[in-house]
Each structure stands twice: as structure tokens, then as C-alpha cells.
């Protein structure tokens, strides 16, 4: 199915925009039962349509072929019945979850009388602009009705059909079972004119949410006037300590690098004190070999691993995503801090420590979404810190730190009971 | 004292901005008892130094009658005696207040035996962009270093005299207590260059919180690539309705209008139900009138009110900020909810009724920042809400909406404990 040209892309910007405003003012009231109802339709519908998305995403993999994409992006993209299975498992555990909106924060009452109730509400409308997943387009639109949002959703070009067949089985659903037809939108068209003009769309839309590489975040950056979460990469850091078990330390350092090389809570970088380099470094080094990963070290890290390569500065600014690792020897804690407040992303880092002071300050001092001791990085996820599901890993500072998922979704507002009081001073 | 012209912006706000990171590291792992002790020292040298701010602020009035300035902005900028104790006073509370970082808003253990403790962080570094009011230097300023941030602030260049004589106090209360002699940093001129060059500053401030008028807000919303918690206008309305106690009604509109007619959280729409504006309207309209307040009225209160000005469309858009309001009647709860949605800034609302069902779908469908029954929007004040001081009253609906103070000028990390755990799957 070949894309229509839209021919006023602003005017369908502005309709998409429209649409999600007025499906967020009955998302807003709606209640959790309603609510639930829609998302039983979306996992009935997304069962009887499976061979019909599935197809899609079929075209989508032989367009990709066709277009050159890389194996790992095209593994990305494709969806097969077991991946079709964990989305669909995924939309259907967010029934479960508890509705944060309505939810009473705080409540007190004043001097005066006045009862000041601080209460969970939903953000309004909600744009998400994603690359090539297209289990992504299921996973944003469930969340986002569970918390009472509308959505924009905008993929990636290379899962547009994907993305378009899951579309219309969402929309299908929510004409049926409600709360309101308009409640998830899709950008329709792959056109990046329509980011732009989505964009400036901040009387509609109440926050953007960028989910990708450095262009992708960098644009909606510099061209958002609506507030944006970014999703930005994971420069993670494991430090290794002097007083490190370092059967423990291997232990975490492989599973944060080699168990899911891609993913953003995955190691890129290995700090070692130089106090125990020389123990640690050449077994590690020939376990990480051993499991297909290219190390790339500093001097002293390549005095004690000849075969590594050689590290460059670009390296400790680098995600590889891959079975890549730059490995530095510091010399001491204060260095390992030093270095991951300056090259990291403030996503993920580790400390390898039986020093309970080491520990402290690494906690306090490393200025990171999450700070472990004697742990993975992979555990930075959502569903492994108990929230049930996620929407991602906002990197940012503002609202949401960390794994986002409903509750993150949802602002608040402050209910204000009186009795006729009035302000005397 | 003449402004000396800056030779190099750039490197003079990449300076700036260098410092003001510097500091936020120091300021992050600061004790409570470290801050108070800057804060006492601030104090103290504010008092001392009183007559020395009180000639710079003179500086400023002279300057400021000269260039034409309207009474309204003259009095906005003049610190007199009793002005200045009740700033100091301010800052004196800040010291009593509790020191927010560090807490931990949850804590739980996983499955797998790790502890995760989601924990009270300060955001980092903190520029805060305000016009004319000079107290808002030292407000500011006490409020992050009580909080753990840095700050850069940019006051308006009426008060430039003013803001330097307070920021020379402050630095020299840093140099002698602590915890970092960079912690708040003004910026010295009032070149509008600056501005442009410190909302690129991504990588070293954390969050822009800019106070003022639809202007200043427009500029630093498309300019900034640092996310924005905007301080914008009130445009706040009160909805009289069918089952309103009438007397109750008069009072709460009148303190509401007229109490403090400049502050944001006073009404500046006036929405009245059909079946009670015979009633009502004559009587408040007098009222009004005998308190000096101009009403501009829809057709149906020009018949009620023959004597008001014709209210136009752009009257509901319009934060007057004076003793102007603007009055329309409605045929009920929908049209003032869809009024207040459609026309307001999402600052406070408040309706007057005595029907209970009324009430609960005004506090639910009406989306601002504070909703109320029954009392007056004045309210809509950290201080008035019992969280000590604010930095003033955030418009959006990310991270703080409405009151913002010591709470919301933090975020959290996740302080993760393990024992050697690795993730499975």
C-alpha cells in the first residue's frame, strides 16, 4: 500500500492536534472501568488481526531489505509470533495496573479551613516520536489511555505499515468500546515536514517525547516550543573499587555489557582502580574476548591487555549499543566520579565495592537517573523496578528521572474545598 | 555606576554558566546545617548592608522616572524600609524550612533482593529569568541554596543597580560561610545577548524558570534548548453558579478582583449563571464600580449592567492585572467549564455553588493548576498553601504546576543496593 500524499500537511498536522485535544478532555473524566473496557477491546482486536499486522510488518521487512537497512536494524522492526505474542501479553497486563489519576497525593488542611487536596490528573495529550520498534506504537498508546492521555504517535518510516495496520485496529477498538475514537492518533505520513509543524503545536499538545538517537533528540529539541522528555542514550559506567569481590565484579561487569549488548542500561564504559587492575583486567578482558567483545582501553588498561585497542576521547562519549567496550584505569574513586559526571549520560553507573564510605559517596556524588552498588546496570527498566510496564528511560531531569512509566504520565492538580474564605493579607 | 561594557559575551556567559555547574556539585552534597549557615551569613550581611542596597535601588528609581517608567513598574521596583525587612524577614524563614534533599520519597525491595530508594535530589543548576521586582534577587537566590542549587539569576534592567549591590552581599556571604563562593551568580549586564547565549547553555544549566509577561515567556520558550518551567499569566475566573449563595458570591468575587488586583492568582473573568444574574449581577456591579473596577460585559450583563463597557473577544484572553473585569453570563456549568478551558491560562478557577454534583465537575473537568469551591482564587500562594516561600506559580504541567517551592525546585534519583545481583532475562 503506497503512502497518499497529504496535500495540506499543515492543515493535517492541525487535525491530528485537534483531535487529541478533544479525545483528552473525555480521556481526562473518564474512569478506570471505561478505560479498562477499551484496552480489552485493543488486546481482543490485536488477536483477531494478528495475520493482518503481521503482514504488514512483513512488507515493511522487504522494504527495509530492499532500502539496505542493516540486519540489526531490520531485526528491530520485524515482528514474528512471539514477539506479537509479548506485545499483545504487554497491553494486556496494563489492565492490571493500578489508574494513578484521581490518585490524592497529599491533602491538609490550612489554618483557615481551607482543605488543599494535591490530586494525580492525566498530562493532557501526549506526542511520542519513536524509531523503527513498531511494538512501541502498542506499548505508548496502552499507557497513555491507562493514565487518561490522548497520544500523537509518530514511528519511524521503516515500520510505517506496521504502524498504520496496528493504527487502525487501535482506532477500531476505541470506536467500539469507547472512551473516545480520537483518543490515539498516528501521524500517517513518514513526510518530517510533519514533525516540524507537530511540533509547534503546544496549545494542543502537552509534552513531546523523543525516543531515539542524537539527531532525532536534537531536532525536537531546538525546533519544540511544547516541553519535551527526552529519551536520550545510555552512557553507562560500571568502577570497579580496591575493595571489590572480583568474582562479583565479573560477574556484573559481563552481564551489564554482553547480556543485551543494544539496549541503553547496557555497560559502554569499565573504570578499574588501579590498585587492582592488574588482578582484575587481563581475566575480564579474556572473558569479554571470549564472548565477542572489543575492548578499547587507555594506556594502562593496554599495558595490561596488549591485544585491546587503543581508547580515544570520543570513545568515553560513545554508545555503542554493541559488543564494544572502553575500559579506563583510574586512580581512585574521586577519578571514577570525576569521569562519569563529565563523559556520561546521567543514565545508569555502577560502583563495585565492599567500602561502605566508597559506596556512600559514589551514591550521593554521581549525578545519574540511577546509582547501583554491587549491581547490574540492567536493572534500570521498568518493569524490573515493579512498575509493570514503561514508555522509557527519560534522561532528563524535569518531571520524569528514570524509568517512566503511568505514573510519570500524569501531572497533578490542587483541589481547593472552602466555605466562603477569602484572603485578608 | 555606569555599566561597564562586556568585551567578549560569549565567554562572559560561558563563565558564568561554567561557575554556576561548578558550585552545583559542591551544593548537591552540602549538609543542611552547611546551607543554613550561608543562609544566616546572608542574613546577617542583608542586614548590614542595607543602606548601601537601599541608595543602589534609589539609583534605579531615578533612572528608571527619567526613562518614563509608569508608576505601576516605579512601584514594583522600589525596596523602601519596610519592603526590605519583610525580604530579609523571607530569608530568615528559609532558614526554619525543611531542607528537602536527601529524602526518600519511596523505598521498596524487588523480588531479586535489591533495594530501591527513590531519592530527593537538588535539580542542578537553576537560571531564573524576572523582570523589575528586585526582591525576587534574594527570594530566588535563598530558595535554591536552601535546596542544594545553583542558581543564575537575570533580573530586569530597571532594577540592574539594585540586583548588583544584592549580589555583591550575596557573594561576599558565600566567600565567608559557604558551602561554594560560585553558588549564585547574577548576571552582571543587561545586554539581551545574554540571554539568547544562556538558553543554549544545555550541557551546564539544568532547568530556565522565566517569570514575566507574554513576551519574555514567548522569547525563552523558542529560544531555550534547556527545558522551561514557565511562570506565566493568571488569567483566573470565577463561575457564580444557579445554586451559589449570592452573599458568599459578592464576598469571594470582590476579594478576588480587588484585594490585590496585580498578582496573577486575582480574577480577571467574572461567569455568571442565567438564572442568577438578575440577582446577582446589578448588586456586584455596583460594588464593584464603588471599588474603582471597570466591567466589561458580554450582552446579556450590558442588559443587567447598562452602564458597562462591551466586552470584545480578545477581553476573555486577557490578563488585566488591574482593576478591569471582564463579565459574561452563561447558560450553565458546561459553557463556564468549556469558558474557562477555552479562554483561561490554567492558573485558578474557582466556582461558587451550593449543589455538590456542580461542584465535583468543576474540580474535575476544569484542567488548571488550582481548582476551587468556594473561595477565592487569591489563595493560589506557597506561602497561603503552607509550604513556607515559592519561587512563584508554574503554569505548566510538567514537573511543578501551580506554587513552586523548595519541593519542586528538586528531582530524584534512584539509589539502587544490591549484593552481587545480575539480571536474567
Redesign the interface.
Known amino acids: 500500500m503506497a503512502e497518499k500524499p497529504i496535500q495540506d500537511m499543515a492543515a493535517y498536522v492541525d487535525e491530528v492536534a485537534r483531535r487529541a485535544r478533544t479525545a483528552s478532555?473525555a480521556l481526562?473524566?473518564a474512569s478506570a472501568a471505561a478505560k479498562n473496557r477499551a484496552l480489552e477491546k485493543i488486546v481482543e482486536l490485536l488477536n483477531k488481526n494478528e495475520d493482518e499486522i503481521l503482514k504488514a510488518n512483513a512488507e515493511d521487512a522487504r522494504a527495509g531489505r530492499a532500502s539496505g537497512l542493516s540486519e540489526a536494524l531490520l531485526d528491530r522492526l520485524t515482528l514474528n509470533a512471539k514477539r506479537y505474542r509479548s506485545m499483545v501479553d504487554g497491553a494486556r497486563e496494563v489492565i492490571g495496573l493500578v489508574d494513578p489519576v484521581g490518585e490524592i497525593i497529599r491533602g491538609?488542611r490550612?489554618p483557615n479551613g481551607?482543605l488543599?487536596q494535591k490530586t494525580r490528573?492525566p498530562?493532557?495529550v501526549v506526542a511520542i516520536l519513536y524509531e523503527s520498534r513498531p511494538n512501541v506504537t502498542v506499548d505508548a498508546a496502552v499507557l497513555c489511555l491507562k493514565s487518561g492521555n490522548a497520544c500523537i504517535l509518530r514511528g519511524g518510516k521503516e515500520s510505517i505499515h506496521s504502524n498504520r495496520a496496528i493504527a487502525r485496529v487501535l482506532a477500531d477498538a476505541l470506536a467500539e468500546a469507547g472512551p473516545h475514537p480520537w483518543a490515539i492518533q498516528l501521524v500517517e505520513t513518514t513526510d518530517r515536514e510533519a514533525v516540524g509543524l507537530l511540533l509547534k503545536h503546544?496549545r494542543e499538545i502537552?509534552?513531546v517525547i523523543p525516543r531515539g538517537g542524537p539527531g532525532l533528540i536534537q531536532r525536537v529539541?531546538?525546533e519544540s516550543?511544547i516541553?519535551?522528555?527526552k529519551h536520550y542514550m545510555g552512557i553507562c559506567h560500571t568502577y570497579v573499587d580496591a575493595s571489590a569481590?572480583l568474582k562479583?565484579a565479573a560477574?556484573?561487569c559481563?552481564?551489564?555489557k554482553t547480556?543485551r549488548p543494544a539496549t541503553c542500561n547496557a555497560m559502554e564504559t569499565l573504570l578499574v582502580h588501579e590498585k587492582v587492575a592488574a588482578d582484575f583486567l587481563p581475566a575480564i578482558a579474556s572473558e569479554m574476548r571470549d564472548a565477542g567483545v572489543e575492548l578499547r582501553g587507555d594506556q594502562n588498561t593496554r599495558k595490561l591487555v596488549p591485544w585491546a585497542k587503543a581508547a580515544c576521547e570520543e570513545d568515553w562519549r560513545t554508545e555503542y549499543l554493541d559488543l564494544i567496550l572502553s575500559v579506563r584505569v583510574v586512580k581512585g574513586l574521586d577519578e571514577a566520579i570525576e569521569h562519569i559526571?563529565t563523559y556520561g549520560s546521567a543514565h545508569s553507573d555502577a560502583i563495585v565495592t565492599s567500602d561502605l564510605f566508597a559506596?556512600n559517596r559514589f551514591?550521593?556524588?554521581v549525578?545519574?537517573?540511577?546509582?547501583?552498588?554491587?549491581?547490574?546496570t540492567?536493572?534500570?527498566d521498568g518493569g524490573?523496578?515493579?512498575f509493570g510496564a514503561e514508555i522509557g528511560i527519560s534522561t532528563?531531569?524535569?518531571?520524569a528521572?528514570?524509568p517512566m512509566a503511568l505514573e510519570e504520565l500524569t501531572?497533578?492538580?490542587?483541589?481547593?474545598?472552602?466555605?466562603?474564605?477569602?484572603?485578608e493579607s
Chains 1, 2 share one sequence.
Do not use: C
Request: charge should be positive; hydrophobic fraction near 40%; aromatic fraction near 8%.
Open positions: 478532555r481526562a473524566t491538609w490550612r481551607l488543599i490528573t498530562l493532557g503546544s502537552d509534552v529539541v531546538e516550543t516541553p519535551v522528555i569481590d562479583m560477574k556484573i559481563m552481564n551489564a547480556q559526571n559506596a551514591l550521593r556524588e549525578d545519574s537517573a540511577a546509582v547501583y552498588v554491587n549491581a547490574s540492567r536493572f534500570t524490573q523496578f515493579g532528563d531531569k524535569l518531571h528521572r528514570g501531572t497533578y492538580k490542587y483541589v481547593i474545598i472552602g466555605e466562603g474564605q477569602i484572603r
